[in-house]
C-alpha cells in the first residue's frame, strides 16, 4: 500500500514538473532595471474564461514561433506565472499578463497549456491562439489581448480542447467534450495600467503599441 501510495504521488509530481517547465518571464515584480541592449519585451494579456461552472482551467505554458528565420532563435516555450494575474470577481475571468523577452523580428503566439485539476483526476488543455506581432529592437511593445473561452463543442466537426488520452481523465473533466473560442483585441488602455501597477520597472517606460494581427 505504502508503495503504490509512493508511486502515485511521484506521478503527481513529476506531471507538475513536466507541466510547468519552460522559460521564465522577463520581468517580474521585484525586477528593477530592463536589458534592452540585445533582447526587446513583448506584453500581452491572455483571458481565460469558461461557460457554466465547471472546473477552471489553470495555464500553466504558452509557445512562440518565429515567423521568419532570426539568429539564434527558434519556437519558445514560455511558463506562465501569477505574478500579476487577476482572477476576476467571480474567479472565473483569468486575466494573465504575459511578458517576455525575445531578439527583435516577427513572430506568432501560437498555443497556450493548460490543465484542469480534481483531484484524483487531472487533465490537459491546448488552445490555439494566432496573434503575430513584430518585435524592434531595444522597444517595450505591448501587442494585444488574447481571449480564450472553453465551452462546449457543437458537433465533431469542432476541435476538442485537449487530446483524447488519458481517455477517462479528458472524458469526466469536459476536455474532450469542449472547444475553445479565441479572439485577438487592443485592450491597450486597460491592460497598461495592469501592467504598471504589477510590475513597477514598467512605470516609466515607453511602451509601444502595436495593433493586434493574426498571423
Given at each position: 500500500m505504502k508503495r503504490t501510495v509512493l508511486?502515485?504521488?511521484t506521478l503527481?509530481?513529476?506531471s507538475a514538473l513536466l507541466t510547468a517547465c519552460g522559460t521564465p518571464t522577463a520581468l517580474t515584480s521585484r525586477t528593477k532595471q530592463l536589458d534592452l541592449s540585445q533582447k526587446s519585451v513583448v506584453l500581452a494579456t491572455l483571458q481565460l474564461t469558461r461557460e457554466g461552472d465547471r472546473k477552471m482551467p489553470w495555464p500553466t505554458r504558452f509557445q512562440v514561433v518565429p515567423l521568419a528565420p532570426i539568429a539564434g532563435q527558434g519556437s519558445e516555450t514560455f511558463a506562465v506565472d501569477s505574478d500579476g494575474?487577476?482572477?476576476g470577481e467571480d474567479g472565473r475571468h483569468y486575466l494573465v499578463p504575459l511578458r517576455l523577452s525575445l531578439p527583435p523580428g516577427k513572430y506568432a503566439?501560437?498555443?497556450v497549456t493548460g490543465e484542469i485539476s480534481a483531484f484524483p483526476l487531472?487533465?490537459?488543455v491546448t488552445a490555439p491562439l494566432g496573434l503575430s506581432f513584430e518585435l524592434p529592437a531595444r522597444s517595450v511593445v505591448y501587442v494585444g489581448r488574447m481571449n480564450v473561452h472553453m465551452r462546449t463543442r457543437k458537433d465533431d466537426g469542432e476541435p476538442p480542447a485537449g487530446a483524447p488520452f488519458p481517455i477517462v481523465n479528458q472524458s469526466v473533466l469536459g476536455i474532450t467534450s469542449s472547444t475553445f473560442?479565441?479572439?485577438v483585441a487592443d485592450e491597450s488602455t486597460r491592460d497598461l495600467t495592469l501592467f504598471r501597477e504589477s510590475f513597477p520597472v514598467l512605470e516609466a517606460m515607453d511602451i509601444k503599441v502595436q495593433p493586434p494581427r493574426k498571423p
Open positions: 508511486f502515485l504521488l503527481v509530481a513529476a494575474m487577476d482572477y503566439f501560437t498555443q487531472k487533465g490537459i473560442d479565441v479572439s
